[in-house]
């Protein structure tokens, strides 16, 4: 296999892992991990024992906020253009993908919705109405009746739902048809030993003699007037108030919102506001530890969507413990979807830029390894032959002493010096040279610089034919079409796992 063939299929790998990641594990990992749990268990109240809850001791409630299934109002694009479809699409994934594979492991005995199902409700005809009605029962699986059979669910209105008290007055049918499909925007319910307080927040600051707020004051009025018997926790969309530059806390994506209220300039009617004012706020709350809660729907500019697991008290609790340890909360987030698609594009500019600069013989770390040890190795033995040679250009003399005996003199070469071949085949273990031998020796000396010349000659790099004929445009011809097959190699393998993880938590939900 060629060096960029094992490159594609490490990409091939990494790509699958990402993918896998980014559209199904990473849904997984709040369930998975115990950074996310329902409080009682890791809670030290006093219906505890070493730390861990009694599953009977509490009811577990899952809440969630802002879904703004997206329509004609959410994006300055046509309904019907191909960008807004696949926006609306994702969006729509990612919920249904958060509330299936994020929310409903925890197993929750009831669903909480604080409100903004719609984006642009109020603006809805009643067929687009009906038609993002379709889509939020189809995200939630509100249709399914087995899986709810054991699950409550609660709605709360919101102000993307049925408007602010301005809108109320002048298109009461918006009101009629929420009714109709939720259910009373003022109600009260229980879960288990604790009373909750569902109230339409965005009338609360309306005129009190129009109809539109006298209904909400009216409910307000009724549960005051009766005996409480349980803890209470109050419901509103639009948060209490809350002073100027406060801080909001961590987990929201603003650190600091000030307080925002547009009246109508004719009739004084709610036009927009962010928190209810400060004086209907104090007759409001009652001991009452609120909570926030971010949206659940990445594409409304929250790069943190989130969720909330409420453990709601089961048993009565003495007077001195609550409303504090009647209700326990923990916010949980979910996926960073823009993260994962940032994530995306940056490993395929990676993929491209890895295909195309990724060398034909690959990063040879081994062979530049074993070349640097040959390089060495000859080298230490290079200087070990040339001590064991030092005497392999002097000649000897034989002289003859009075006594017979012979002795060799050494005398000094004048002659050049050969290549270390060439004296190993002529002179070693000659004391003189004979003149026939020098005339053979000569001979082999010029056959073999003859030799050394032809070769010389072949690897004369002047005299090479030309190996790389090739233009620099062919070059990059052939690494786009070799990037190409490569990227098509790629593609071949993780677009059928992506649209089967794709198209499985639609289709199958």
């Known amino acids: 296999m060629k060096e960029h063939e094992k490159l594609a299929v490490l990409l091939c790998f990494i790509w699958a892992a990402t993918i896998l990641y980014g559209e199904m594990f990473s849904f997984l990992m709040p369930s998975l991990f115990s950074s996310c749990s329902w409080p009682h268990l890791s809670s030290t109240s006093n219906s505890t024992m070493n730390g861990r809850g009694y599953a009977g001791d509490y009811v577990k409630v899952a809440v969630l906020a802002d879904p703004q299934i997206m329509d004609k109002t959410s994006l300055r694009l046509p309904p ?6 696949i926006v609306q699409f994702y969006t729509d994934l990612y919920m249904q993908r958060s509330f299936f594979s994020s929310i409903l492991p925890f197993k929750p005995d009831a669903i909480l919705f604080l409100g903004d199902y719609f984006d642009g409700g109020p603006y809805l005809s009643d067929e687009e109405w009906q038609e993002s009605l379709s889509r939020l029962k189809h995200i939630f699986g509100l249709n399914a009746e087995e899986m709810y059979s054991s699950i409550k669910v609660y709605h709360l209105p919101g102000n993307h739902d049925i408007g602010y008290s301005i809108l109320q007055y002048h298109k009461p049918e918006v009101v009629r048809r929420y009714e109709k499909e939720f259910g009373s925007r003022n109600y009260r319910f229980m879960v288990g030993k604790v009373e909750f307080l569902a109230v339409d927040a965005q ?4 005129n009190r003699e129009g109809s539109v707020a006298s209904s909400t004051w009216d409910f307000v009025s009724n549960v005051s007037s009766d005996r409480q018997l349980h803890p209470r926790v109050l419901l509103t969309h639009i948060p209490l108030y809350r002073g100027d530059w406060t ?4 987990h929201r994506s603003s650190p600091i919102i000030n307080q925002r209220i547009l009246r109508d300039i004719h009739d004084q009617e709610i036009r927009y506001q962010n928190y209810i004012s400060e004086e209907l706020s104090n007759q409001l709350l009652n001991k009452i530890k609120p909570h926030t809660l971010g949206t659940i729907s990445w594409q409304q500019g929250n790069l943190y969507p989130s969720f909330m697991l409420l453990s709601v008290s089961n048993s009565s609790l003495p007077d001195s413990s609550w409303p504090e340890e009647a209700v326990l909360s ?16 940056i490993l395929f500019a990676l993929t491209i830029l890895a ?12 062979s530049y390894f074993g070349d640097m040890i040959e390089c060495i190795r000859k080298s230490v033995s290079f200087n070990g032959t040339k001590e064991k040679n030092e005497d392999d250009d002097c000649e000897y003399d034989m002289i003859w002493g009075a006594d017979g005996s012979m002795h060799l003199v050494k005398k000094v070469s004048t002659k050049p010096v050969t290549r270390t071949s060439d004296r190993g085949s002529v002179e070693r ?33 002047k005299r090479l034919p030309s190996r790389a004929n090739k233009s620099k445009a062919k070059i990059v011809i052939q690494r786009l079409v070799r990037t190409f097959r490569m990227l098509t190699l790629i593609a071949a393998v993780n677009i059928p796992l992506y649209m089967m993880l794709l198209f499985k938590d639609w289709i199958d939900k």
């Open 80 to 85: 019907k253009s191909l960008a807004f479809q």
């Open 203 to 206: 009338t609360l600051d309306a």
């Open 247 to 250: 801080n909001c806390g961590p």
């Open 330 to 345: 923990h916010l949980c987030f979910l996926p960073m979807q823009t993260h994962i698609y940032i994530w995306y594009l």
């Open 355 to 366: 295909l195309l600069l990724w060398p034909t013989s690959g990063f040879g770390f081994y």
């Open 429 to 461: 273990g000659n004391a003189v040279i004979r003149p026939t031998a020098k005339k053979i020796v000569n001979q082999e000396t010029e056959v073999y610089l003859s030799m050394d010349t032809n070769v010389d000659a072949e690897l004369d790099p």
